[in-house]
């Protein structure tokens, strides 16, 4: 299989579905997700709505500038939070936001992706993981 560098190929375009978090409490949450990956000039940008079941919600906009072959420089705001790579249709990002650790997975599969994370403190400061299934979404 050949490797195309810097690029997110077919994780690019916009997706609907649902996920679920697990804590290290035992509690767990299902939830809705909007979210589009797309490309820009040096590198792309992932932007996501989770709509949890308890009626709360959280959105955020991540900016992935590539740095070297097939490893991108993680933004928000314009600043630097931390470090991913995309192989072969799969990407992997992990970054720290002041004392918390946050890790995410995206696979791409035959109709979407399939998304996994962790974090080491929710909002609870709980240790959280988390598990997402999103199709893509014509528009």
Known sequence: MSKQENTIGKMSGNYEGSGTWYDSTGKSMNYSVVQANRASGDGFEMEFKHNF?????????FAMKWIAP?????????????NGYCINEYCHYHMKIGET?????????ADGLEVFGSSTRNAEGNYIAWHENLRRKEL
């Open 70 to 82: 097939f490893i991108f420089r993680l933004e928000s705001f314009d600043k630097p939070i931390g």
């Open 53 to 61: 079941d308890d009626g709360t919600a959280t959105d955020a906009h």
């Open 101 to 109: 650790f946050v890790e995410a997975a995206y696979r791409t599969t």
